[in-house]
């Protein structure tokens, strides 16, 4: 049996409980033969800082550079509002994704049939929803340099971001999102500023070339980022996949998120490139949602998004992509039986905790499979 290494990093809030859904998952699938899976644990954000004043340790990053996958709950709370900026809980999800070179953040969001009422729009916009949200996620504003405020002769305060790509980061991202539109339905949208931003217009360039020269066969579109995000609530199904940079890709997988119906829904993926010798790529899965301090510890939390990130490393890491279907299926079986928690509730319908929607999924696991 094949044995896979998964470095979970649970975090704060609402995170070592979802987790605790995902283990369940997991030796469901490990009971049934498909594989076996070696879990080690560790810190991140705000607890990390509890322990060590880091937001993640230096051993629980040789950790997740040393495991086939990374599981990441979520991280942050009100309780670290004021720590230091560089041992901020984000800190340590950064981190991660910069030194792993996990540059590329897939974040499908799919309208299960019978969530389509939990939307903020109406329900015929966003049935069979399906999109693929393809986002850069080491380079643009978030790490560009110089980053800083500075104190100006004046006494005034200047602060600076900086927004940069070059060509290969572009190219690189670009290839993912034509590749993953051939596996769907083979389209790119590609989201930029071109029309007042300088590293938008490189963007263009590049993402034209490489669509030309090398997915001919792929339809690619370019639309400003701000109309992107106008066209996702106006009528969302035009698009496949989207491609974007680190901070336009933030802000358009939340506003995909929420036409799903609640955020407590939607996985993702973070990939490195593939290893020059092995093939394999470094690779981090969490739910989009974050820590939620507020639900934290009342067994409310929704674990579709974390379980359903563990069938995308099932699928992306591992090679599993029948158990990731199987996976699929069951959360859409537990969906379509009316189990609801909190979050996806309409007024009035009965809901269940966290632990009762994980063993829910383990139950529809055992009938389909039956
Ligand atoms: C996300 C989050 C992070 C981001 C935060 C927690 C740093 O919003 O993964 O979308 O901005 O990338
Ligand atoms: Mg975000």
Known sequence: MASFNLFLLPGDGIGPEIMVQVKEVLSWFEKRGVAKFETESGLVGGCAYDAHGKAIS?????????????????????????????????AGLLRLRKDLGLFANLRPAICYP???????????LVEGLDILIVRELTG??????????????????RAVDTQVYSTHEIERIARVAFDLAGTRRNKVSSAEKHNVMKSG???KQVVTKVG?????????????????????????????????????????????????????????????????????R??????????????????????IAMIGSFAMALRYSFGLGDAADLLD????RVLDGGTRTADIAAPGENTVSTTEMGAAIVAALNEISA
């Not at 550079?65 to 979520?74: E, I, R, S």
Request: glycine share 8%; charged share 20%.
């Open 212 to 280: 030309k020269e090398e997915y001919p066969q792929v339809e690619l579109e370019h639309v400003l980022a701000d109309n992107c995000a106008m066209q996702l609530v106006r009528r969302p199904k035009q698009y496949d996949v989207i491609v974007c940079d680190n901070l336009f890709g933030d802000i358009l997988s939340d506003v995909a998120a929420m036409l799903t119906g609640s955020l407590g829904m939607l996985p993702s993926a973070s990939l490195g490139a593939p290893d020059a010798v092995t093939g394999k």
């Open 282 to 303: 470094k690779s981090l899965y969490e739910p989009v949602h974050g820590s939620a301090p507020d639900i934290a510890g009342k067994g409310l939390a929704n674990p």
């Open 329 to 332: 299926k069951a959360i859409s």
């Open 140 to 157: 643009g504003v978030y790490f560009g340099e110089p980053k800083e405020i500075v104190t100006l002769e004046n006494g005034e305060k």
């Open 58 to 90: 230096e051993s629980d990053m040789a950790l997740a550079q040393a495991a086939d996958a990374v599981l990441f709950g979520a991280v942050g709370g009100p309780k670290w509002a004021d720590v230091p900026y560089d041992a901020r809980p984000e």
């Open 114 to 124: 019978a969530l389509a009422s939990a939307s903020s729009l109406k329900p015929e």
């Open 201 to 203: 217009v490189l963007w």
